[in-house]
């Protein structure tokens, strides 16, 4: 709901702020006053487009700040989470500043935004009807869901959606294998050659850097051996260290009972480092032995090595990826095997779903259709009074094809209107005139007002055109929708002024070469004379005072 709006700089108007309430808000005044020029101003605080002139004549820039009530499971709240904006108050402040260049910057909750992000959440709390309306029911792609929040329970749509993205889900899976068993089939004579070398050549994770260590120490291995020989007679030859060490023992241990225990500790040290030099000796050897093999070993090593690195280059992988490649060209080839069976199983599941989404989707169109005909009759009803009884309204299901279906089901949902009879019925804008087109929008307003997800409605020149009965029609209609939702309503007529729960006058004033434009919420009595002047004009009588009052009270009885 609307509870403020804040106006800076807009065209006529300097600074105004008001304060609304719920239920049936009429603002009156007369032809020029500026009633336009609010409507226009709540439009830039909702996201319409900006232009430069609506900024006020020697002013920088004009703003506009529209504050609304925000319950806790309103829909805004999830799409602002999406945009990343948190809200924690019960209220929400919407903003547009718009410079004398025509840009304009938007604020959602004082935090920076897009103005499509505004644009969303504006369309979210606000429905403006009217001659030049866009949005709302005027747009038929909310027609279905306006017939759906009418008469088809929640829980059935939702299953739909649900049913939808199951079938979705096994056609991708289906397609998917289908695919991958296609093309194997169509690369078998590769995929088996490929396998043959694969498996002839068995290469295993991390042979690549063995093997290349193994190449470095074979091609090294001259110079290890002369150093390994070199350090082997320096520790076991008839000089070397392994043979003094023995005989530097044997010379202690002839005498250390005579230190007294004094070199007991140079005696195992001695004999420590003789076992050691003993095993240095032996690893020594080995290496020694491994490397005075087949020097025919460097070559089966780095033939299996380039060997290797061609398949892998062959298969644009690395040569670890080489196991990986033969596991894949396995699983291709055992899909080939399996004669498809797999395939022949997703697609059973496949049409089981579709069957599936079928029978929601039977469901929810004979759903609508019952839901059209209750929402055509209730809609005429409301025609008659409105002095519309020659017209025809109708909601269209269209069944679409195959390729169109989507989780919202098989058909198109839209709303036609047939002004008089013989006329061919068409969409609600391009067939109603202005004032037509108005009372149309309040009669289907009134029908789905239970189930509108916009709290608050404006309507602008809902009379036009019209008087006596038949604004009387509009405006009980307003006063009803006001009952079940906010309603600002620009008007001309007293009969709708008369129904008002709250009432402003928009008026125009000049003083030394300023025109500016002022709003008034009027009381009761200023009320009465507000309506007499719509009733008699400039010039205010008694009679007029007396209808005036004849209105009001008429109203709340």
């Known amino acids: 709901m609307l509870l403020g709006l804040a106006i800076r700089d807009v065209v006529l108007i300097d600074r105004l702020d008001l304060s609304f309430r719920p239920g049936l808000c009429v603002l009156t005044g007369e032809t020029g006053a500026g009633k336009s020029i609010l ?13 430069s002139g609506l ?26 989470k999406e945009a990343g904006l948190t809200v924690e108050d019960d209220t929400l402040v919407l903003r547009r500043i718009v410079g004398t260049d025509g840009r304009s910057r938007a604020f959602v909750a004082d935090q920076p935004a897009s103005v499509t992000l505004l644009r969303q959440v504006g369309e979210a709390l606000v429905e403006i009807e009217g001659q030049f309306a866009q949005r709302g029911l005027l747009d ?20 739909l959606a649900e049913a939808w993205q199951a079938w979705r889900s096994a056609v991708a899976a289906h397609e998917a294998v289908a695919q991958r068993l296609k093309s194997a089939q169509a690369e078998e004579e590769f995929l088996r050659h490929a396998m043959k070398e694969l498996e002839a050549l068995d290469p295993k994770a991390g042979e690549e850097t063995s093997l290349a260590e193994e190449r470095a120490l074979m091609q090294n291995r001259e110079r290890l051996t002369e150093a390994l020989e070199s350090a082997l007679a320096e520790l076991a030859g008839e000089r070397g260290g392994e043979r003094a060490l023995q005989a530097a023992l044997r010379q202690v241990e002839r005498v250390k009972d005579k230190a007294g225990g004094r070199l007991e500790a140079a005696a195992a040290a001695l004999e420590r480092a003789s076992v ?18 087949d020097a025919a070993g460097l070559e089966q090593i780095e033939e299996r090595l380039f060997a290797l690195r ?19 060209i396995a699983a291709k080839l055992g899909a080939l095997e399996d004669g498809g069976d797999a395939v022949e199983t997703l697609r059973r599941a496949a049409a ?8 929601v989707a039977d469901m929810i169109s004979a759903a609508r259709r019952r839901a059209a005909a209750g929402l ?21 299901l269209t069944a679409l094809g195959e390729d ?42 009134v029908v789905l007002a239970r189930t509108s997800p916009v709290p608050t409605l404006v309507f602008d020149e809902v009379d036009s055109g019209i008087g006596g009965a038949v604004a009387a029609a509009v405006g009980d209609r307003l006063h009803r929708l006001g009952q079940e939702l906010q309603v600002l309503v620009v008007t001309h007529s007293p009969q709708v002024a008369a129904r008002g729960a709250h009432h402003w006058r928009v008026e125009k004033s000049q003083a030394a070469q300023k025109t500016s434009t002022r709003v008034e919420e009027l009381s009761a009595d200023a009320r009465r004379e507000e309506i007499a002047r719509m009733l008699s004009g400039a010039s205010i009588t008694a009679e007029a005072r007396a209808a005036a009052a004849s209105l009001m009270a008429g109203a709340r009885a």
């Open 140 to 159: 038929a792609a909310t027609h279905r869901e306006a017939l759906d929040a009418y008469g088809v329970p929640e829980a059935d749509t939702r299953k």
């Open 376 to 396: 055509d009759q209730a809609v005429m009803k409301e025609l008659k009074p409105l002095k519309l009884e020659k017209a025809r309204f109708a909601t269209v």
């Open 404 to 445: 169109e279906w989507g989780p919202h089901g098989r058909e198109r949902v839209h709303f036609e209107v047939a002004t008089n009879p013989g006329v061919p019925a068409g969409p609600l804008a391009k067939v109603a005139s202005g004032g037509e087109l108005s009372r149309f929008m309040l009669a289907l307003k």
């Open 352 to 359: 089981a779903a579709r069957d599936a989404y079928l029978g």
């Open 55 to 80: 900024v006020r004549r020697g002013a920088e820039q004009a703003t506009v700040s529209a504050e609304f009530a925000l319950p806790a499971k309103h829909p805004v709240r999830a799409l602002l």
């Open 310 to 328: 061609a398949l892998a280059r062959k298969h644009n992988v690395t040569v670890d990826g080489l196991a990986g490649l033969r596991a894949e």
């Open 39 to 51: 409507l226009d101003a709540l439009g830039l605080a909702l996201g319409v487009r900006a232009e």
């Open 276 to 293: 050691e030099t003993h095993d240095a000796i032996a690893g020594l050897e080995a290496q020694a032995r491994a490397l005075g093999g």
